[in-house]
């Protein structure tokens, strides 16, 4: 496991143990993990009888295909399973009547439905969605991969255009751990603990929920119920979309790619500090990774970590030019092709 | 694809129509031994035939012997030629079977050697007029097809061969095309998608980089 890994690596045993403010962090986990089983138990309940929708189906071969599903029960995963595997293994996000939905989160209405893959002739939001999900497979590594001990605060991942070359998950570690400076063996062994949720293939499981139920979710959190009242606040239905991996329930932004497994090469390349923010020591955490149907030549993909090793200075909108550091890899947002 | 089929205007065609089985890009040897023996038996008797030509073994056996014959004779091959030439210098890319469109590369290169000297150049000119049977075309290889190889050293014209499905006697096609036509490529080529997330990484990986030598220098 790769908590016993970077456990075996720290190297720093405090005689006085930290007084815990919050609940170890299995307790934390499991609590969190009951109050979403618990709501999407209660969202599900919401249609005892089947009802059935009509879904039009859109793509290259399939137009005019119309399927017969279940409202608030089938999922676009379920529509592509009627159609092929091919379906069933590529596509990463569904576009329904529009707008971007999560392959698992259940359909509501009759509506057209259009399965995107990462090989399409647009996939950029395929690809803002694949560096979302990455980002948070490893905020769920670095939760896991500290002792118990040791309070993880992972603080809202930045959303970083693709062309930067590296997804970043922004953590707040404990102040113990202020003076820890990660080694490259760390580094490995929290890629190792992400490719063993890769091989796992867990789903990525959305829920929209009130923001009432999401701040109970993250009670124990302060920063996350601050994050939950921000972005209910922008979300003009003023719900919150929940995603849970295994057994960890993030917050995120935007949807998120299908499952794990979609994912082939991971690797977590560094862990820079920023300095002190409100909630400790802002770190900083950087990692490249490509999906099953793009391989990459080991050649090019060792390019790729290279430069996904250098910090990545997220380019901000308040900011007229970012500052460009010798040392930064900043482009211009306006370089994103959209 | 607009592929033509070649036209002849000139009078001596020079090839058999291919509705018979055999197909008449290659010479039958058989049939020239057998007459040629046949001669031989009736030399005896044509002393006068025996006083024109040496009538050896070697000319019944072809070993080592690369030149083809076409139609029905020299005279007839070079018609055939001169035709299957002005359709392509005409359309730029024709359809014939396999040998005649070999046969035809190198003339049509040839006369693309010629056109390049110039239209004020008489040997050239020569070479044009009895080469292109329709005389309309003269001023389109000095004036369009020698500008447009007037960079290329040697290679003005491409062989493709393609499967024979339509063809009766299922006569080996090619293609052949002078370079630099209109038409869509003969092997397209698979354009890769720039927004894919491998292409759009390697883009900024590319940007960084002429970035940073930008700096440097």
């Not at chain 1, 986990?29 to 009802?51: D, G, H, I, K, S």
């Not at chain 1, 995107?116 to 996939?123: A, G, H, M």
């Not at chain 2, 007037?150 to 096609?173: V, W």
């Not at chain 2, 354009?191 to 997330?197: M, P």
């Amino acid at each position: 496991m790769a908590t016993r890994t970077v456990c075996q690596l720290l190297q720093r045993r405090y005689a006085s143990t930290a007084a815990a403010v919050r609940p170890p962090a299995a307790e934390v986990r499991n609590q969190r993990n009951a109050v979403f089983a618990r709501e999407q138990a209660r969202q599900r309940a919401l249609y005892p009888r089947v009802e059935k929708i009509e879904v039009s189906v859109r793509g290259p071969g399939l137009d005019g295909t119309l399927l017969i599903m279940n409202r608030g029960m089938s999922t676009p995963l379920s529509c592509a399973r009627h159609l092929t595997e091919h379906h069933v293994t590529n596509s990463a996000l569904a576009l329904v009547d529009g707008e971007l939905w999560p392959l698992h989160q259940p359909l509501t209405n009759s509506c057209s439905l259009t399965l995107l893959t990462f090989k399409d002739s647009d996939p950029t939001m395929v690809n803002q969605a694949y560096w979302r999900s990455c980002a948070a497979m490893l905020g769920q590594v670095l939760e896991a991969a500290f002792k118990d001990n040791y309070t993880v605060e992972l603080l809202s991942p930045p959303e970083v255009p693709v062309t930067l070359g590296a997804f970043c998950c922004d953590v707040a570690l404990d102040p113990q751990l202020d003076s820890w400076t990660p080694s490259e063996e760390t580094l490995r062994s929290l890629t190792r603990g992400a490719l063993q949720l890769i091989h796992q293939d867990l789903p990525w499981e959305p829920l929209e929920v009130v923001p009432s139920v999401a701040l109970e979710v993250f009670s124990h959190s302060r920063f996350k119920q601050e994050e939950v009242e921000q972005k209910a606040a922008q979300n003009p239905k003023g719900t919150v979309m929940l995603y849970r991996c295994g057994d960890h329930v993030l917050l995120s932004g935007g949807p998120l790619v299908a499952r794990t497994g979609l994912c082939s090469q991971f690797e977590v390349t560094a862990l820079h500090s920023l300095g002190q923010g409100p909630w400790g020591l802002h770190r900083r955490a950087q990692g490249v990774s490509l999906p099953l149907q793009l391989p990459a030549h080991h050649m090019v993909w060792r390019k790729l970590r290279q430069r996904a090793e250098k910090l990545v200075e997220v380019p901000r909108p308040e900011e007229a030019t970012p500052p460009s550091l010798p040392d930064s890899a900043s482009d211009q947002p306006a370089t994103t092709s959209v | 694809m607009r592929i033509a089929r070649e036209q002849g205007s000139s009078p001596d065609r020079g090839y058999k129509p291919r509705i018979l089985v055999k197909s008449c890009h290659l010479q039958d040897h058989t049939a020239t031994m057998r007459s040629l023996v046949f001669v031989l038996l009736i030399g005896a008797a044509c002393e006068s035939l025996a006083d024109k030509m040496r009538l050896t073994l070697q000319m019944l056996i072809s070993h080592g012997r690369v030149a083809r014959k076409m139609g029905m004779g020299p005279q007839s091959r070079i018609n055939m030629l001169r035709n299957i030439l002005t359709g392509l210098v005409r359309h730029e890319r024709i359809e014939t079977t396999q040998a005649r469109a070999d046969e035809v590369r190198f003339y049509a290169e040839k006369l693309v050697d010629y056109a390049k000297k110039g239209d004020t150049d008489e040997k050239a000119m020569k070479m044009a007029s009895f080469w292109l049977t329709e005389k309309d075309l003269v001023p389109k290889l000095f004036k369009v097809l020698a500008p447009r190889f007037e960079s290329h050293p040697n290679g003005y014209t491409r062989m493709a061969r393609i499967p024979c499905t339509q063809n009766l006697d299922r006569a080996k096609m090619a293609v052949l095309e002078y370079k630099g036509n209109p038409f869509p490529p003969i092997y397209p080529t698979k354009k890769q998608n720039e927004l894919t997330l491998i292409n759009q990484l390697l883009k900024g990986y590319r940007e960084e980089r002429a970035q940073l030598f930008a700096a440097k220098s």
